[in-house]
């Protein structure tokens, strides 16, 4: 691997404490690549850098921030496959998993290229004194970038775009588990024309006292984070001592609505890429199936059908569908969450055994006849087993839907447009499929609600995360 050290104002360096991890193919558990480890002293190197870059980047004109972004976008559509193979080597997703979020974490670049230019204000009269009130919007500070292992691409684009877009400097903070592509990045973005300093990139055994000093220094006044609402929780402690900007992606459960009218071809096919995109890996991922009783059965069968037949393997092969999770513990969870469920009533349709072997494999899974206090039912499976569960009627599964502290995403299947709509008004969730099973998109504000996180990325609001409003109240 080439680059495999730390990322600070646009120099590549080992570090001041010369400490190294190693980062491990969940295919093969062999070793990939050491990465360089940053320390506190390489953190404040990092605020330095970016500090100093900010100023000249947040002085220049929108378009001109906006080009740059466009470059970055077409650069990385030049090199797909080169993200998307390094993607399958340090995270074990498929190819062409792969293949779509290197497109999708392209595609961040283009769209806040376009949005950089709309940061909108306004001048009117105030309604008594008749003063003119100036409304604009301006770069909120440094921003510290943490993001997951699930998505080693596209959440860094996701933030990084918006904040080059605002007119920020960054200071990104890879999963351990994931540094290499974030690091890969960063010669496109010099190419691309962003200037040295701008963005940092720091992997690191020591995240908590990493993040936790950089969320303490002055300069720092955004910090985005997606990952678990545990971990979003102790950052956003750590932030309120500074009362810092938060963006917080953060855990989910999601449930799947299928009503009865629902087309049952829609509904499975949405139910599988909603279950199965990143094989489970993602906090968007379906985790409760909610099946009308009447098509419960029939459901079932075709369901368990399309999961028995995804092939496992090294997702380097392209023919692969299904790669192996992340890491031991991630898939020894999954096992634990199965072995509960049909100790608690649940039957196996399909899978529910992981080969022999190396590498992180587990099959793809379907559980009938999930019990509700199943451990499934309540926290997120993060990985490839469909949990099936039967309603009777539409006021009970929106209960039981909305019955989490959870809520980022719900599914909604339904031929009655008048009727679906109406179902997706009463859930408590920040996004909502409707007879589709991906909601992830650059032009729209994700997010979600109660414990699924605090503010939105993509869309025009995900640019505002990293802008502070400003107004002026003058006479002329």
Partial sequence: MKYTDLYINGTWTKGTSGERFDVINPATEEVLASVASADI????????????????????TPRQRSEVLRKAWELMT???DEFAHMMTLENGK?????MGEATYAAEFFRWFAEEAVRADGMITHAPSSGARIVVQHKPAGLAVLVTPWNYPAAMGTRKIAPALAAGCGVIIKPASETPLTMLALMPLLEEAGVPAGLVNVLPSRKTGSLVDHMLHDPRVRVVSFTGSTGVGQKLLKSASDQVLKPAMELGGNAPVVVLEDADMETAIEGTMLAKMRNLGEACTAANRIYVHESIADEFTKQLSARMSALKVGDGTDPSVDVGPLVNADTRDKVAEFVADAVAKGAKIECGGTPPEGKGFYYPPTVLSNVSEDADCVRDEIFGPVAAIQTFKDQEEVIARANDTEYGLVAYVFSEDFKRALQVCERLEYGMVGLNRGLVSDPAAPFGGVKQSGLGREGGHEGMLEFMETQYISASW
């Fill in 94 to 98: 498929a190819s062409a998993d792969a």
């Fill in 78 to 80: 030049s090199r797909l």
């Fill in 41 to 60: 002293a390489d953190a404040d190197a990092a605020l330095d850098a970016a500090e100093a870059a900010m100023k000249d980047w947040a002085a220049r």
